[in-house]
Nanobody
């Protein structure tokens, strides 16, 4: 069983930055594609970004491209999401997700494990 624990959320003003972290309790972290999704109130969960096992390949949603950066440290079993130039529409609960031994996907249903989420609120 894989446990994912997100941290780093909070309240920030528009234009500000936050760094989210997701720590995984698994021995084979480097075998997992990792992703971030988000869900705003009353909306479906949406894809934000995913990163390959090695960190060499990433894919971003158009809405965050150029503002968010995903990275991972396989020695620490942790994936990060650096968010800059935040906008009120980025307000959501952000979830970390893991997919074993397969490439990235835009679809939440194709991920094997999820964290509990961390709230990000961007004020205008």
């Amino acid at each position: 069983q894989v446990q994912l624990v997100e941290s780093g959320g909070g309240l920030v003003q528009a234009g500000g930055s936050l760094r989210l972290s997701c720590a995984a309790s698994v021995r084979t972290f480097s075998r997992y594609t990792m992703a971030w999704f988000r869900q705003a109130p009353g909306k479906e969960r949406e894809f934000v970004v995913h990163i390959s096992w090695s960190g060499g390949n990433t894919d971003y949603a158009d809405s965050v491209k150029g503002r968010f950066t995903i990275s991972r440290d396989n020695t620490k079993n942790t994936v990060y999401l650096q968010m800059s130039s935040l906008k009120p529409e980025d307000t959501a609960v952000y979830y970390c997700a893991a997919r074993y031994n397969r490439g990235g996907s835009y679809y939440a249903g194709e991920y094997d494990y999820w964290g509990q989420g961390t709230q990000v609120t961007v004020s205008s």
